[in-house]
């Protein structure tokens, strides 16, 4: 059983930061590839950033240069660094995670944490 406790959202103000967390429970956190989704209400759920259990990472175009999605294996967390950010990222932030053979799908959902950009 997979299990993630989501943290870091909330209200800040365009130009501001946050940082979202995501720790894995209950599973092996190093085979898997994580992703950061976001949705809006009305709009499908769209990928923000993915990572490989390499390390190597993938951001959506109006995200680079903004966003930074790292993770720390002693931790067994995602994190997602969001800088600069406007009210379009305003939106309910998703970590997803997949094992590598799975290539069609993200496996396992969180929970979903708020991120308001408004001032």
């Known amino acids: 059983q997979v299990r993630f406790v989501e943290s870091g959202g909330g209200l800040v103000q365009p130009g501001g930061s946050l940082r979202l967390s995501c720790k894995v429970e209950?599973?092996?956190?190093?085979?898997?590839?994580m992703a950061w989704y976001r949705q809006v209400p009305g709009n499908q759920r769209e990928s923000v950033a993915t990572i490989t259990a390499q390390g190597v990472t993938n951001y959506t175009d109006s995200v680079k240069g903004r966003f930074t999605m790292s993770r720390n294996s002693a931790e067994k967390t995602v994190h997602l660094q969001m800088d600069s950010l406007n009210a379009e990222d305003t939106a309910v932030y998703f970590c997803?995670?997949?094992?590598?053979?799975?290539?069609?799908?993200?496996?396992?959902w969180g929970p979903g944490t708020q991120v308001t950009v408004s001032s």
């Open positions: 209950g599973s092996v956190f190093d085979v898997y590839n």
């Open positions: 997803a995670a997949r094992r590598p053979q799975v290539v069609d799908r993200y496996e396992h």
